[in-house]
């Protein structure tokens, strides 16, 4: 049988998310809690990659198992094992093919800047102090992603995609006291985007760049012309969207 698990993780211990050779990641520390439990080995499908440093308050992955899972006690005892930074929350049974990655209509993340010192808040935000940012340049600038799908001047220059188009639904940078929020809903995302697109839209926020030098970029295709990646640790994954025929089928 099939099911989906909805888990979410901080990530400044790990490697991101996809198991790799010498490192620890999350996908790894996930197959290692389900496989003692369950007493067979397993192999989770994460439904995307997040880098070293990125966090996850919502990720979903898939697993096929033999066992017939009561949740309410599943979930206990796979937290039980799990490291404290990582946390399963719900589990349900899913249709035969139902896929994590590839049935995900949308996912959504934000990009948390703290404008200041926050000594509780440095491992989930940049910190940017005396610096001013014009958030209204910065949100005009992140209107304009709406009107584009090909994004490979904000991809990492060595990947195997096929394609580097994104329908993007959403960019807006929202501000609550010192907290600079830039939340952003797309399709699908090419690695390293999103952390792409938010230093250039603060290139943008700092004077450094101009809204016709933004547009120029994007239709440029050449990373080299965008900003700097900003850090890892102020990503979060927030939301991965499922039609509710494929999450929850009997």
């Known amino acids: ?4 698990i909805e888990l979410s993780y901080k990530g400044k211990n790990y490697h991101g998310w996809q198991i790799q050779p010498d490192v620890v990641s999350v996908q790894e520390k996930v197959n290692e809690a389900l496989s003692k439990i369950l007493g067979e080995s397993i192999l989770v499908a994460g439904a995307g990659r997040t880098d070293t440093g990125v966090h996850a308050s919502q990720m979903f992955v898939h697993l096929d198992t033999s066992a017939t899972l009561d949740t309410a006690s599943y979930l206990y005892k796979i937290n039980a094992v799990l490291p404290n930074d990582i946390v399963v929350h719900t589990i349900c049974k899913v249709a035969s093919d139902a896929h994590a990655r590839f049935h995900a209509t949308s996912r959504s993340y934000v990009y948390q800047i703290y404008l200041g010192r926050n000594v509780f808040l440095t491992d989930t935000t940049w910190q940017l102090h005396q610096q001013k940012l014009n958030i209204e340049q910065m949100n005009k600038a992140a209107k304009i992603l709406l009107e584009y799908t090909d994004f490979k001047c904000f991809s990492r220059a060595k990947t195997d995609v096929k394609t580097y188009d994104c329908d ?37 926020g700092k004077g450094k760049l101009t809204l016709t030098d933004f547009i120029q970029i994007i239709e ?7 900003g700097t990646s900003a850090p890892a640790k102020g990503l979060t994954l927030t939301t991965i969207e499922y039609p509710e025929t494929i999450k929850y089928a009997e």
Request: avoid cysteine; glycine fraction near 4%.
């Open 1 to 4: 049988m099939r099911y989906f």
């Open 220 to 226: 440029s295709r050449n990373r080299s012309n965008a």
């Open 168 to 204: 993007i639904a959403k960019a807006a940078w929202t501000l609550e006291g010192d907290l600079l929020s830039f939340h952003i809903t797309a399709n699908r995302f090419l690695r390293n985007m999103v952390r792409a697109i938010v230093g250039t839209l603060v290139a943008v």
